[in-house]
């Protein structure tokens, strides 16, 4: 059974760039959920995708948005960085029906904007 | 009021100490509730589970106090392994069962 994997593991972009970061979820898992963890914060939810669509989002302006794929892996999409927008991005996998049991965490990206 | 509050710390504490964290969240509906232990610029990791009877994993207690919207961790004997930030989640259930919201964490550093 493989677990979460993210990629890249960390990223130097401008301000004003965009970046797409990447999320294989755990086999047999049917949904992902993004969170942006801030140095010294708790990881803050962004959105998360089930059947290929969104299903919840956060508090986050629609310059971040996302996909899934039907084989439940993801992608997240941020057009004009900002400075503020550096953090460390996870993304967690889970079955859906089974609900918060079994949320599962890549290692993340580590996002620095400059 | 934020979604999920903890103590704010950080704690510093001696080996073999007790030491004891507090979370509050703000939606009475929430589902479900757990302790994630994350370490120094890695991923969050589950601790456990809280369940509405209180429930023990070895030298860790849980509670939740479903009336007061309120859980708490206890560490007994702490140990220098245990040196992370602890993580407060709700299961917030505003979208689905799978909403997972969390505190800002509360950093211990146990020392010999």
């Known amino acids: 059974e493989t677990g979460v994997t993210q990629s890249p593991t960390h990223l130097i972009k401008t301000r004003g760039q965009q970046v797409t970061l990447r999320c294989s979820s755990q086999?047999?898992?049917?949904?992902v959920s993004w969170y942006q963890q801030a140095l010294g914060q708790g990881p803050q939810f962004i959105f998360q995708?089930?059947?290929?669509?969104?299903?919840g989002r956060g508090n986050f302006p629609p310059r971040f948005s996302g996909l899934q794929f039907p084989n439940y892996s993801s992608e997240l999409n941020v057009n004009a960085l900002e400075l503020d927008d550096s953090a460390l991005y996870l993304c967690a996998s889970s079955f859906f029906e089974t609900g918060a049991y079994g949320y599962t965490f890549g290692s993340g990206t580590r996002l620095t904007v400059v | 009021r934020k979604e999920v509050e903890q103590d704010p710390g950080p704690f510093n504490v001696p080996e073999g100490a007790t030491v004891a964290f507090n979370c509050t969240y703000s939606?009475?509906?929430?589902?479900?509730f757990f302790w994630y232990r994350q370490d120094c610029r890695k991923e969050p990791k589950l601790l456990m589970s809280v369940y509405s009877s209180g429930n023990e994993d070895g030298r860790f207690t849980a509670q939740l106090n479903r009336a007061s919207q309120y859980i708490s961790l206890l560490i007994r004997d702490s140990k220098l392994s245990d040196s992370a930030t602890y993580l407060c989640v709700v299961n917030m259930g505003v979208y689905n069962n799978n909403d997972m919201r969390f505190g800002a964490g509360t950093r211990l550093t146990v020392k010999p």
């Open positions: 995708y089930y059947r290929e669509e969104e299903n």
């Open positions: 086999s047999g898992h049917n949904t």
């Open positions: 939606n009475s509906a929430s589902q479900s």
